[in-house]
């Protein structure tokens, strides 16, 4: 058997295959590296918006502070490899999720006050005629590249193409599940206004929106747009797309006021005496829209959790709650439907009234879903797994259900 290859000259060919394999796969990262996060990354402030950042009554030593110290952001080791570990086994949807399909057609004619869940923490808020579209996320990923990163449970329940006409877009921080480039990019010439927290106004001209349609506001400055008044709110939290830019723009939360009605976004946020002042100056609020997922112990300085969620709520003087900033991607430890079962245990402990639409669904004062969408599989209570803010004084540590 001459023509038959010896086993050594049977592996050089594989070997060489595989190195082959290594070096193309090497090539294809350092050109989405090169590329695709490159833009993904944004840009970072400079100019007149650099010097704007400067005088912030919220930047020391050139990055945006909380009001109060940030003891647990999860960003030791520790917590890196228990994300990666551990965590329940009940973090993603093992069956497909009741998404509910929207059309153009069911937004033809604007609302008095209708906010539709479009899955995490993208919102279309509807107040007094005007329409605001909240955080839009439309990417398959939450992360820099298309390739890698985390996932989407389900497709967006509404096609880019069937979104009504837009006052505003209105962004509450430069994080990945919030900010999103293909999207900005699909966006860029259809929005007449993009109200943004200072600096991240920086990532959107990159990605091609112009310059003279970005608002950048302040904690508590605000825009008018569509005959509501866009006002941005304190909020706990952090922000940055890569390495070294962590903080670099502000991160808040969202007033919508009406002349006859107001819905209150938290944007990312932990817990903080300032809610009550967003109460006093801003409410009451018909709707909150409050983050309750992706909590965590370790990053309790950073995330609120369902139980400090609801104390938001009862601060900013809401009437119905919408739990939001779950359900899409899979950013914790926790199974994907506890952040919606604790809330449900924790206002029905503080009395609060909480709509659960089913992504894609909208709450109007008519129609408030109130049942359970969501599988019975296992989930930990508050006292198993509790996330509490460090540094709040007594009074709001009392509003935590
Ligand atoms: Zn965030």
Redesign the pocket.
């Known amino acids: 058997m001459a023509d038959r290859p010896s086993r050594a000259g049977r592996r050089w060919p594989r070997l060489l295959g595989l190195l082959l394999a290594v070096a193309a796969a090497a090539v294809a990262g350092a050109v989405v590296l090169r590329f695709a996060v490159d833009d993904a990354l944004g840009a970072g402030p400079s100019g007149d918006r650099l010097d704007r950042i400067g005088r912030s009554p919220h930047v020391r030593g050139g990055r945006f502070v909380n009001t109060l110290p940030t003891v647990s952001d999860g960003s030791s080791i520790g917590t890196f490899w228990d994300f990666l570990q551990g965590g329940s086994p009940w973090r993603r949807p093992r069956r497909p999720v009741p998404v509910v399909a929207r059309t153009a057609a069911d937004f033809a004619e604007p609302a008095d006050l209708r906010v539709t869940w479009l899955g995490h923490s993208t919102l279309l808020i509807e107040v007094d005629g005007s329409r605001v579209l909240v955080d839009p996320v439309w990417g398959e990923r939450a992360a820099p590249a298309a390739v890698f990163g985390v996932e989407r449970f389900y497709p967006p329940p509404l096609a880019l193409s069937g979104l009504p006409p837009l006052d505003a877009v209105v962004i509450s921080?430069d994080?990945y599940d919030?900010l999103d480039m293909p999207t900005v990019e699909a966006l860029a010439d259809r929005v007449p206004r993009w109200v943004v927290p200072l600096g991240v106004g920086a990532h959107l001209e990159a990605w091609g929106v112009d310059p003279s349609r970005i608002t950048e506001l302040d904690w508590w400055e605000e825009a008018e747009v569509g005959g509501v008044r866009l006002v941005s709110t304190p909020a706990r939290?952090f922000s940055g797309r890569g390495l070294g830019d962590r903080n670099a723009t502000l991160w808040s939360g969202w007033a919508v006021v009406g002349p006859e009605h107001r819905v209150f976004y938290s944007g990312?946020t932990a817990l903080m005496p300032e809610f009550a002042e967003v109460g006093e100056r801003l409410g009451p609020f018909d709707m909150t829209l409050i983050e309750a997922g992706a909590y965590d112990a370790a990053w309790a300085d950073v995330h609120l959790g369902p139980e400090q969620a609801v104390a938001v709520h009862r601060m900013v003087r809401g009437e119905l709650m919408v739990p939001v900033h779950w359900g899409l991607f899979d950013l914790a430890l926790h199974g994907w439907t506890e952040p919606a079962e604790r809330v449900l245990s924790a206002a029905g402990r503080a009395e609060v009234d909480v709509a659960f639409p089913r992504p894609g669904e909208s709450v109007t004062p008519d129609a408030v879903p109130t049942e359970p969408w969501w599988p019975e599989v296992p989930w930990q209570t508050a006292i198993e797994t509790p996330a509490v803010s460090t540094g709040l004084p007594d009074s709001v540590r009392a509003l935590v259900p």
């Open positions: 921080h994080h919030h939290h990312d």
